[in-house]
Nanobody, 118 residues
Framework: QVQLVETGGGLVQAGGSLRLSCVVS??????????MGWYRQSPGKQRELLAD???????SYSPSVKGRFTISRDNIRFTMYLDMNSLKPEDTAVYFC??????????WGQGTQVTVSS
């Protein structure tokens, strides 16, 4: 069973920064061989993919976060990061990590709450 643990969220003022972390553990995670992504979900909205990173480090971003967020990964520590800068109130959401570019996802973690005040 794969476990996903997201940390690093919090309350920040608009224009501020946060760094989120995602640790992947458990048998069969094959973290090193999976494209990984950061997602977020706001109340009443569907979960959306924000950014993903391939095993080799190639990245892609949603237009809503491109230029402000940076995704990265550490294949030795089975950890993925999301550096968020120039945060806006509309970035307020619960942030999750999981596999990307595949239909089958691992079980979702609890996520980490990010709240941006205006």
């Amino acid at each position: 069973q794969v476990q996903l643990v997201e940390t690093g969220g919090g309350l920040v003022q608009a224009g501020g920064s946060l760094r989120l972390s995602c640790v992947v553990s458990g048998t069969g995670s094959d973290f090193r061989f999976n494209t990984m992504g950061w997602y977020r979900q706001s109340p009443g909205k569907q979960r959306e993919l924000l950014a993903d990173v391939t095993p080799g480090g190639s990245t892609s971003y949603s237009p809503s976060v491109k230029g402000r967020f940076t995704i990265s990964r550490d294949n030795i520590r089975f950890t993925m990061y999301l550096d968020m800068n120039s945060l806006k109130p509309e970035d307020t959401a619960v942030y999750f990590c999981n596999r990307a570019r595949v239909e089958s996802k691992w079980s979702w973690g609890q996520g980490t709450q990010v709240t941006v005040s205006s």
